[in-house]
């Protein structure tokens, strides 16, 4: 056997591209999406705290820390930064949609670039800026009720 080749495995419990981690089986798979939904819509409690999390890491500021010394290293943090206050949506509201993950576990967004040419009728490829770079437009979140395997 080569040194190269991995022995052992994950160790996870996981049939059909479903994993039975959970040890309550009621919150496993779609039944536990449905009652971990139910829980945050329904539940004052549940909501409340959720409710506060958000808010807090709302308000919380956001910066790109640079990776080196070098100017290239500081352009890429200015780009960055730019991308992320040129989006439809605000970045705050962005981070909001992110937070879901607090009542499924995860959330997953999908990259949605614009060619970054100015001001535009068209809403999706709109940009504050006009250096013909590619930027984000968006990151759309996939819903988690609907995602399987």
Request: proline letters at 1%; glycine letters at 8%; a positive charge.
């Given at each position: 056997?080569?040194?190269?080749?991995?022995?052992?495995?994950?160790?996870?419990?996981?049939?059909?591209?479903?994993?039975?981690?959970?040890?309550?089986?009621?919150?496993?798979?779609?039944?536990?999406?449905?009652?971990?939904?139910?829980?945050?819509?329904n539940?004052?409690?549940i909501?409340?705290?959720?409710?506060?999390?958000?808010?807090?890491?709302?308000?919380?500021d956001?910066?790109?820390?640079?990776?080196?010394?070098?100017?290239?290293?500081?352009?890429?943090?200015?780009?960055?930064?730019?991308?992320?206050?040129?989006?439809?949506?605000?970045?705050?509201?962005?981070?909001?949609?992110?937070?879901?993950?607090?009542?499924?576990?995860?959330?997953?967004?999908e990259?949605?670039?614009?060619?970054?040419?100015?001001?535009?009728?068209?809403?999706?490829?709109?940009?504050?800026?006009?250096?013909?770079?590619?930027?984000?437009?968006?990151?759309?979140?996939?819903?988690?009720?609907?995602?399987?395997?």
């Amino acid at each position: 056997m080569s040194k190269n080749n991995e022995v052992g495995r994950v160790g996870q419990r996981r049939y059909g591209g479903v994993f039975y981690e959970e040890f309550l089986h009621e919150l496993r798979g779609h039944k536990g999406i449905k009652v971990y939904r139910e829980m945050s819509d329904n539940d004052d409690i549940i909501g409340a705290f959720l409710f506060s999390i958000k808010m807090l890491v709302r308000q919380a500021d956001w910066n790109i820390q640079l990776a080196g010394n070098t100017q290239k290293d500081k352009d890429a943090q200015v780009f960055v930064q730019s991308c992320m206050h040129d989006m439809q949506e605000t970045w705050t509201d962005t981070v909001s949609e992110i937070l879901s993950f607090l009542t499924y576990g995860w959330s997953a967004h999908e990259i949605v670039y614009k060619r970054r040419n100015g001001r535009s009728r068209d809403v999706r490829c709109n940009s504050k800026f006009s250096d013909n770079l590619i930027g984000w437009q968006k990151l759309p979140i996939r819903s988690q009720d609907s995602l399987y395997q």
